[in-house]
């Protein structure tokens, strides 16, 4: 009922600040929404994280702020998962620590962002390019081979 009235419940995540709604700064509501401490972040609870969000796997668990610090203070720290978790506060997990620098805010990449299919892309057309510059340079070379002494034209 209080998820039909306000949009939103006490816990509830989301990732700012990221390129789409699989990767970002992970905030969880608690009153307002807050940051959530990356000093013992890792990949079991970045997993536990895409896993609630229906965004696949866990590509990357960053604890420094990858995807900035935000203006929302930390609100959840010292998260401790086993990854098979359902909700990121099913995690052991302490509320309303204020003794986590903001440099160390916990983020995510999950493997439904558009950030790895990006990344993909860029990837193969590097890999197509490098193959074609080196059948180029082979080319180049044999023709060298098979006629070393070719005089070169002078323009009159």
């Not at 990732?15 to 079991?44: H, K, M, Y």
């Not at 965004?55 to 720290?77: E, K, M, Y």
């Not at 070379?141 to 070169?152: C, D, G, I, V």
């Amino acid at each position: 009922m209080l998820r039909l009235l306000l949009g939103f419940t006490l816990g509830e995540i989301h990732l700012a600040n990221g390129l789409d709604a699989c990767s970002g700064r992970v905030e969880i509501l608690n009153g307002t929404w807050r940051t959530v401490c990356g000093e013992s972040w890792d990949i079991d609870a970045a997993a536990v994280v895409c896993r609630e969000l229906q965004c696949g796997r866990a590509v990357i668990a960053d604890g420094q702020a990858l995807f900035g610090v935000g203006t929302n203070p930390v609100s959840l720290s010292k998260v401790t998962c086993k990854g098979n978790e359902s909700s990121i506060t099913q995690c052991s997990h302490q509320w309303n620590e204020n003794n986590c620098p903001q440099s160390n805010v916990a983020g995510v990449i999950c493997s439904a962002s558009s950030i790895i299919i990006i990344v993909a892309v860029v990837a193969v057309v590097l890999i197509i390019l490098s193959a074609l510059l080196i059948i180029y340079l082979v080319r180049k070379r044999q023709k060298q081979k098979k006629n070393p002494n070719l005089p070169f034209k002078r323009c009159s």
